[in-house]
């Protein structure tokens, strides 16, 4: 018996979640879990039911659209491992945790290859038996070393996401547009606070008393695409910033996991610059 995601982005309307359980019903489809949202502020509906069942998915896709308020969106996936290409500089904890949780089964992806402009995690990356690849951004304008990059994803084939683990260069339009909703970043501050280079410098002197990170999908301006996942943890005085920094390393790469882990589970709906996240 075959279990499906079913996604739906719709006006709202009184009636939909019954009419869709009703669909389920008629396709004898047994629900597993349903949740479900109302932005009132912009008259959004969001729900993702989980479903099992034998059922022919476009009869079943058919059935819901006839039910569904116009322009409504519809996407039913089967759960599998997603193809993912992750990106990184120089910093390991990020990109490590990632392997780790992969290597461990946690994480519904199949990771096709680590791009990188330096070499210097490929020893790392080496003992999980998942390929790296140098494209080094040396003596290169940053458009020509993006272009060798995207060439080297558009070689693999369903490329679902790419996961910048610490990748610290900043991307050009182009790249974004050529990979919408599909870039997912980890910023070492808790947004929208402290953007930019070394925040954890901006953090001490500010004497903040908390410190955070922050994974978001990456559009064109710089640090403000939507949020998925933020974490915090207590500071105080005694702490130097480089102190922050070791800590904010941890919460890094954990935010980065969590928010990765949701993206593979289907759970995040995106709309406005804001995440919906079951």
């Known amino acids: 018996m075959a279990q499906y995601r079913v996604l739906i ?8 979640v019954h009419k869709v359980s009703t669909v389920f019903y008629n396709f004898d489809l047994n629900i597993l879990s349903n949740n479900e949202f109302v932005d009132k502020e912009n008259n959004k509906f969001f729900m993702r039911s989980v ?19 116009q322009k409504s969106t519809l996407k039913i996936v089967a759960p599998k491992k997603k193809n993912i290409i992750i990106m990184a500089t120089k910093e390991m904890h990020a990109l490590g945790d990632i392997l780790i ?14 791009i990188s402009n330096y070499d210097i995690l490929e020893s790392l990356v080496s003992k999980f038996d998942i390929p790296f ?5 040396e003596n290169l304008e940053r458009a020509e ?5 995207i060439d080297c994803i558009n070689a693999f084939e369903d490329v679902e996401y790419i996961v910048l683990a610490k990748y610290m260069r900043i991307l050009n339009p182009s790249f974004v547009e050529a990979f919408e909703n599909k870039i997912i970043n980890i910023h070492h501050s808790f947004l929208p606070a402290f953007i930019g280079a070394n925040p954890y410098k901006q953090a001490y002197n500010r004497g903040v008393k908390i410190i955070g990170a922050t994974a ?63």
Request: aromatic share 4%.
């Open 51 to 69: 479903v099992d069942g034998d059922v022919d998915l476009d009869s079943l896709s058919t059935a819901l659209i006839k039910v569904l308020p």
């Open 145 to 149: 070393h993006e272009a060798k990059i």
């Open 9 to 16: 982005d719709a006006n709202d309307e009184k009636g939909i």
């Open 101 to 114: 949780r992969h290597e461990a089964g946690e994480l519904e992806a199949n990771i096709l290859c680590v």
């Open 216 to 278: 978001h999908f990456v559009n064109n301006n710089l640090d403000e695409g939507p949020i998925i996942a933020q974490e915090v943890v207590h500071v105080n005085h005694a702490y130097g910033w480089r102190d922050m920094q070791r800590l904010g390393k941890d919460v890094e790469k954990i935010v980065l996991s969590q928010a990765l882990k949701l993206a593979l589970e289907n759970r995040i709906f995106i709309h406005a610059n804001k995440t919906v996240i079951f």
């Open 133 to 137: 690849i140098t494209i080094s951004h």
